[in-house]
């Protein structure tokens, strides 16, 4: 719990009769609501987890938020992020928030950080919060917000989500585990997709998101049971919710001072792999693409390494649908090698990235190709506006 001295707190007219359902509760009170309104939380990430559980701290009347993202809102973030809409396109994703959050509790005060959390600014921007929300989306920050939080001695409320499933827990509170008792070690680069490769139920941040508002709201009244200790697995297609015991490793290593997380995650080697690949492959524009299949491309086999649900959405005349997770286990290899045939080889996919990717695959079993800058999107813009930019 958390451990303002309600005495100096005073609820107004408008507290008494906006949280009256929580008033009338034992379990929050007049005592609790002075704890909510006394509380200060800080909301990394604005986007699938911190929008519903941003909605949630304010309406049940925590005083002070802060929000960090350095992002701006997207149509394509509309689908969970419902702290946005679409009269907020375009605009800074913490402005947006702002304002729906002010026409939930125009009492609640926000503090705006239009910034990308990292070492060098993650303690200043934390420490003035009772509590930190990770409503983000990589494992670098991830990392950074559990090694500031264990170094501020503050509780890391956590959310992550894929796809039809989500997990939530607390970190660092009375002396429980942190994120690095869950994962010592992260990932290697490029083998977890994020949600914009692999898509998530627009639904499911809404509902781990208020699962992390919730054990926001609980530390702060000091009620009930956490999630410290325990991590909460939830499947949306099977609906279900499983738990797994976490513990403090007893000899982990002690955080001492916040390092560099992206080096940390490999993603400067990852980076740097890439651009060596990137070197080696020829791209073609969608222009020229174009003039090749005006053509005929009688000597060309020109693959779709995209998901067969994209595929379904639009694509390109003639080409092929070999999904880029087949070239990853060596059965679309195979399928490229058998289609070939003496002809040249050229890849696209939504962007540019996954078909780089698989060309990169394809030339270490000695298949040559021509990558497609910016995909089927910049085909969607510059030769065909009837195939769907998504
Ligand atoms: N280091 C960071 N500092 C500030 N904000 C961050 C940081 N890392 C991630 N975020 C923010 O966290 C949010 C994560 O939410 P989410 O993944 O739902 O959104 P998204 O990035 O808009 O989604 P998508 O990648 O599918 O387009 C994003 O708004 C992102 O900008």
Redesign the pocket.
């Known amino acids: 719990m958390l451990n303002p001295d309600p005495n100096t707190i005073q609820l107004t007219q408008d507290d008494y009769e906006r949280y009256s359902r929580h008033l009338i509760l034992p379990e929050v009170g007049v005592e609790g609501q002075k704890r909510l309104k006394a509380a200060s939380v800080l909301c990394?990430?604005?986007?699938?987890?911190?929008?519903p559980l941003l909605l949630y701290l304010a309406a049940a009347g925590v005083g002070r938020i802060g929000i960090?993202?350095?992002?701006v809102v997207?149509t394509?973030?509309l689908q969970?992020?419902i702290i946005h809409g679409t009269s907020t396109v375009g605009k800074p994703?913490i402005e947006s928030a702002k304002a729906r959050i002010l026409e939930i509790n125009p009492y609640c005060q926000i503090d705006l950080y239009n910034?990308?959390?990292?070492s060098a600014n993650a303690l200043e921007i934390m420490a003035p919060y009772d509590i930190i929300v990770d409503?983000?989306?990589?494992f670098?920050?991830r990392y950074?917000v559990n090694d500031a939080c264990v170094l501020l001695n503050k509780p890391n409320v956590y959310g992550s989500?894929f796809r039809f499933e989500g997990q939530a827990t607390v970190f660092n509170y009375e002396g429980g585990p942190n994120y690095r008792d869950l994962y010592p070690e992260p990932p290697p680069p490029g083998l977890v997709p994020?949600?914009?490769e692999g898509g998530?139920l627009g639904i499911l941040?809404g509902i781990i998101g208020v699962i992390q508002a919730t054990e926001t709201v609980k530390i702060i009244l000091g009620q009930g049971n956490t999630l410290s200790g325990r991590l909460l697995l939830y499947d949306a297609l099977k609906m279900t919710f499983r738990e797994l015991k976490l513990r403090p490793n007893p000899v982990r290593p002690v955080i001492e001072k916040l390092i560099d997380y992206q080096m940390f995650c490999g993603i400067p080697q990852q980076k740097e792999n890439e651009m060596e690949a990137q070197k080696a492959i020829a791209e073609i524009n969608v222009n020229e693409l174009k003039e090749i299949i005006d053509a005929g491309a009688s000597d060309y086999l020109i693959i779709d390494v995209r998901n067969p649900n994209e595929w379904e959405i639009g694509r390109i005349p003639n080409t092929v649908l070999i999904p880029l997770p087949e070239i990853e286990n060596g059965n679309g290899v195979d399928k490229v090698k058998s289609l070939l045939d003496g002809k040249k080889l050229i890849a696209h996919c939504k962007m540019g990235g996954r078909s780089m990717k698989a060309l990169g695959i394809l030339k270490q079993a000695g298949i040559d190709g021509i990558n497609v800058q910016g995909g089927i999107n910049a085909w969607s813009e510059q030769i065909d506006p009837a195939i769907p930019k998504y």
């Open positions: 990394i990430g604005t986007g699938g987890l911190g929008a960090v993202d350095f992002d997207d394509s973030n969970r992020q994703k910034t990308h959390l990292s409503g983000t989306d990589n670098p920050t950074l989500i994020s949600c914009a998530v941040p």
